[in-house]
């Protein structure tokens, strides 16, 4: 699963592709070496962050 987002004002395309085509790599490259490991997930989630929203809890 990839999810990508792409500025609409950006002016070089192949350096958007280039960039998008690493982290896939990279991401399946995690993968199927088993990475990350789930204690570092779970050490990871307890600072996510979007600056974009908070939830309310």
Same mark, same amino acid.
């Given at each position: @699963?990839? &999810? *990508?987002?792409? *500025?609409?004002?950006? =002016? =070089?395309? =192949? &350096?958007?592709?280039? *960039?998008?085509? /690493? #982290?896939?790599?990279? +991401?399946?490259? #995690? +993968? @199927?070496?088993?990475?990350?490991? %789930?204690? #570092?997930?779970? %050490?990871? &989630? /307890?600072?996510?962050?979007?600056?974009?929203?908070?939830? %309310? %809890?």
């Amino acid at each position: @699963m990839s &999810a *990508n987002w792409v *500025n609409p004002a950006t =002016d =070089d395309l =192949d &350096a958007v592709f280039e *960039n998008n085509y /690493r #982290a896939c790599k990279n +991401a399946i490259v #995690a +993968a @199927m070496e088993g990475l990350p490991h %789930k204690s #570092a997930v779970f %050490k990871a &989630a /307890r600072d996510v962050s979007n600056q974009f929203y908070t939830p %309310k %809890k």
